[in-house]
């Protein structure tokens, strides 16, 4: 059983080889072949790579993207189109607009997907030609991504997948001294948009004692995050990332004013790989990164295809009835039934009102921004830019597309 | 045949009477009969339709909602719940707040949407157990309010009406030198948050005319209304409204620098009155009001509900399968086909995506609303304020919803 | 403006023309051109046709399929594939298995549809790549072909029609001393398994009234028909073919102990064609072929595409929200409105749960049936067949299709 | 915890206990109270279930339903409303008609039902008003009641139980020596009216195996069951009771020549009534009563209701998306995944459209026959009964309706 690992060169290869590692007393893995454009980064990971796997798999480079995943049965795809430098102008660009430049929900999201599309485009094409393997997919915008491989290029065997269900998963199960496996929770939305309208520890329904935590941390740190108020009136716990749509403003002082993330993260990064020439366990600065949990969902996820046990895993894939009140072609991030290689989605029930609204929102306007792409076409970019609850007036709209275009020219062509 | 007029009172009423006098030639109308609040401003206007109908059938005036209703094969809804004092609220409050307080898609449609309900709840409830009568209605915001009768009093027959759509038909039948039964359009939203996509006059495809059309009327006047990039993109005609959505920094500069429209609305009131108390004709002045071809939306939808020639109207009404990605019970405004009593929806194909994120979101918003009022919740008003695309942010949420339920604490009280 | 008839040596061809005549006030028509595969019947019936047209248009004929389509606007179908022969064949053989071989609801019209689809599909295949004509088809089974054409050809401009409706309406407006156009209804269903729900002359209700004619019809006929209770007890009226599937075992030994319908087709087809040699009027002969008003259904039809009126007609096209209760995608004989090359279903509400047990069931079995033509697949025939519900038990199934195949052997092969 | 059975003088009691005694090491069972209208069997039965528990819970009686449900978590229905005697009527009196009078899909299904209803609704309500506790219904005709008490009673917690699929599911674990838990089917229909798509045992895709192994045993019992093309033709396992559908001719002569099965069950119970009064074991000749694992599938469905495994079991419930290409709110026989008192339906594509023929149809009928019942009509009931595709004729379907009515006046009145 191979593994095909795309985007190897990055610094989150060896705390995915770890969750690797630590399946593969249940799972069958024989080999762990790793791709990427960056064969000097990519080196310097895999060196360390075979150091933390001691022969218990082997580990294989590969020169092209076809010859990797041509034996492979899962290809993860963890590669960041454009680098740190396209994620630099995702976020510096649009500030210039007084806009949000957000990598995913945000305007960089926009020209992240942009860059993302030709690639995932051949590389999807490829997969279906060769091996027709399952890909999991952690290259971001994760879900708009999906939405495009599994509604536009229909390929079926392709699973988004975040950190960000997982952490939330492990910060309830803390709080109520359980294991992972003991919560289950009524979760919806796009990645990145999320709701959690009801949670369960071991059966219970603790979605009030989770309210409470919620605000009892909120009166303690003032003027961070959602006011108490807020989910007294809303109750819905709401991804982090909806922040950046319900305190507009704020968010964008604070984003302002701080360095970029995508700076941040190549100070990071420079350092990590410094360690990874070396080490031979996993450095303490990894966690500054983010992506915390990135190895156990990906992980968790193969070993529950692998196997026939029948377990819950939240992640991005079409809708199917799971919200009765949405359609069944959205592709959602929802809690699923997987076992040996199959993906059921759950019966939810309705969703709130209040989540739809932005879930309808920025799903229409990711459909705009695929049929742009699809058309190469620079004025339905516009339109799908116009649609974005935090993109730009009227005023505006057409500067930062011409900007956004020519800073990404070389990943993508509209005319 | 009597028709009830809700709203006698109101400067319109004469020029809806016009229309009622042009239609009776095609339908017997015995009575027309007048209800308002307002008994003395209902005193000045209905002299004056009696001076104008001429015993071509009879005017009355009744002292009860009842009374009125009882026996009449139409209602009219045109009374506005707090009247102008109302209005002035709506979008004098949030501005204060950096909001635009139009008074149907802007924040200003939320206490006035939250204000009529009661009314329209005890109204409806009325004519359900009594005339069953077909109820139009123009009280704003006239979506939102079909929405609630619709979808939540569940009473059928009730069709929402606005002035928009068959201004543009007259528009267009003006440019093309057409009648405006030669103007078919393809057409769908919500209540001043409307989409057309396509034109056609006299079978003919125009769509593009109307375009270049929109496009040089926009050169001609700089720095106002849309750009002409803007069509070339979207490829859509949009709602004048819609520029409150995509020119929204735009338009609060213009709406904050101006005197409030409600204001204006008072004076051009005070001059009407008085010259109905003795006119004979409608006076000029009336244009500015607004509202205009208003009397003939209502007057030829009565003529088509009576007769079995079958005419299509734009009205706001249930989808039931118009446009086919939206669900069916959504209400919104859409071309239908009216004969003998019934009214049809017409299948259009599917709905644009740049559309139906402003449809849905709004749509969301509206229900949100409706369920806060249904609850009498004020936690449930703010989820409602926070999912409205103009709406605020959970920063100055909380204030605007107190200053708003106490401007409307006459009206309805949430707890 | 040119229209082709494909099927020119049809009996029926003369009546048509008669409506082309008709509606060529209204109209302008400059050419219509004939196609047939049996060049000798064609002749006969084109020269009648050139003594009844008397240069109001050019009649042309065509030596291919391709050539009759290729500037035509609107082509009409009326082709029997298989000729009367083919028929006989549908008729007679379920009879040996003591099944109803009725040539469109019964197992005949499986063997029709079977012989009818390779046609069809080269045809509107070549339709689809010349003029992306309109075509309405009258080839039978015209519905079970119209589903074939909408959903899995994906050919939009094909519009099935019938002489049952119209019929229908002809036989109310004659009761209740109105025309056509007073005539309106809730009718839906497929194509010779269609339902009417209500009945409106002038806007007026008659349901109950029609509901007494028909009992009272049926009281003074005994033992034909259905009881008088049936209609007491469904409240729907059925389109006649339902006797098939309410009263098989009576129906199976009426057409058991009569000559095949086909057989006299066949002498009365002969008498008209020598009366056509000579004739310059429509013979009343015509009259005893069946298939009255066919062309008024026709020609009214490419009248009201062609002009900007908006008239309805009811005809077979996608469901696309008119019964609510049945998916978008199921191919229905409904009202539609028809204005200037447009055809837009009407919402109708909720079906009857009765009738939708009969729809479900043949739909069903259409796509099955699709299916294994498509897949040129015995097994999937077999399939279908036992899906019928008039269709063969498992014991006898197999060799009914087998003597089925061979009949039909030189019309489709399946393996 | 308390668990009421209602119908306790049941033969099936002694085996239902058994389950229970089984699962209690892993869940706590307090109390079972019991409660029939015969208490002189349920008197024999308690008794002999008393020796069975031997204190592991508490075994009551109760005098009344509300006192047997009033404190109950979970109420399981088992009673056979109307007895035996009931059955035989429903199994005869279709006889004299040529039709089949079998007790769930065939015409006895629908004189079952009408007797069911209106105990159904009392006892519904009852638990409503109550205990509000889980019902699991093995009443018959139990997928149609379940369709009542879903979607016209509108009571979520119902679930319906039958033992084909786990019959199924141990049948297939046998022929592949797996465990029950290592199945998983795409399993869809109605209750005795079901199609499995497809066999998992282990993960491994076993379907094809599956029908192999069907083929060679039929290909040994020549003349019994369907013939081997048949599995080559359909790709689908049917449920048993399709024969009914698709060899009818065949099984009603069966059934015709034999002793009705109402009258065997007397026989047989009458033994076993003998033996409980001093058995201490379950007597053997309990399994000629039919309904073997009966106990197995209500005993692990109140485990996994109670626990926080998550397992996958086959019930009736709303499908709520489970199969795309039918409505959400039909009553399906589908797994679900079940946990800590939810019941969650799984995506599992699109059903087969051979299949969905005989849902709908039959569903529709279901319907009609609720819509009678609640309505006490006479006529609708001739309606559902016309609409059943294993009914009656127009010929004869008053007749039989009136001696359905006459025989079971005891239980239902209609109009």
């Not at 290259?139 to 991504?145: L, V, Y």
């Amino acid at each position: 059983m191979r593994i095909a690992v795309i985007g190897g060169g990055s610094s989150y290869t060896p705390e995915l080889v770890k969750g690797l590692l630590d399946i593969s007393e249940d799972v069958r893995i024989d080999e762990v072949i790793f791709y990427d454009i960056d064969e000097e980064k990519q080196k310097i990971v895999v060196d360390f790579v075979k150091r933390l796997v001691k022969d218990r798999f082997k580990v294989l480079i590969s020169d092209t993207f076809e010859s990797a995943v041509v034996d492979a049965k899962y290809v993860i795809f963890q590669f960041r189109p454009g680098g740190l430098k396209g994620r630099e102008n995702d976020e510096g660009i649009p500030l210039k607009y007084g806009l949000i430049g957000q990598e995913t929900t945000g305007v960089g999201g926009f020209s992240a997907a942009l860059r993302a599309f030709p690639i995932i485009e051949e590389y999807v094409d490829t997969v279906r030609k060769t091996s027709n393997a399952t890909i999991i997919n952690f290259t971001n915008p994760s879900g708009h991504i999906t939405e495009f491989v599994r509604n536009y290029l229909e390929y079926e065997k392709f699973i988004g997948l975040c950190n960000v269900p997982i952490n939330f998963i492990r910060e309830i199960a803390e709080i109520f001294s359980a294991e992972l496996e003991d919560v289950f929770l009524k979760y919806y939305g796009l990645n990145h948009l999320s709701f959690i309208e009801k949670v369960f520890v071991k059966g219970e329904d603790v979605t009030e004692k989770v309210f409470e935590n919620l605000k009892l941390r909120l009166s303690n740190i003032p003027d961070e995050d959602f006011p108490a108020w807020f989910y007294d009136s809303v109750r819905i716990i709401v991804n982090p990332y909806l922040r950046y749509y319900l305190m507009e403003k704020k968010m964008f002082k604070k984003i302002s004013s701080h360095e970029l993330r995508a700076r941040e993260v190549m100070k990071i990064e420079k350092e990590l790989f410094e360690k990874y020439r070396t080490a031979t366990e996993i450095p303490e600065e990894l966690t500054k990164r983010g992506g915390s949990m990135y190895s156990t969902a990906a992980a968790h996820l193969i070993r529950d295809l692998e196997t026939d046990e029948g377990k819950i895993h939240i992640v991005n894939t079409r809708n199917n009835g799971s919200i009765e009140n949405l359609p069944d072609d959205y592709v959602l991030e929802i809690p699923c039934y997987v076992r040996s290689g199959r993906v059921h989605t759950l019966s939810q029930g309705k969703g709130d009102h209040f989540a739809l609204s932005f879930i309808h929102a920025v799903k229409m306007y990711e459909r705009l921004t695929i049929e742009a792409y699809l058309k190469r076409s620079k004025k339905l970019a516009l339109k799908a830019l116009l649609s974005h609850p935090l993109g730009p007036d009227v005023e505006g709209a057409k500067d930062l597309l011409e900007e956004i275009l020519k800073a990404n020219s070389e990943h993508v062509k509209l005319e």
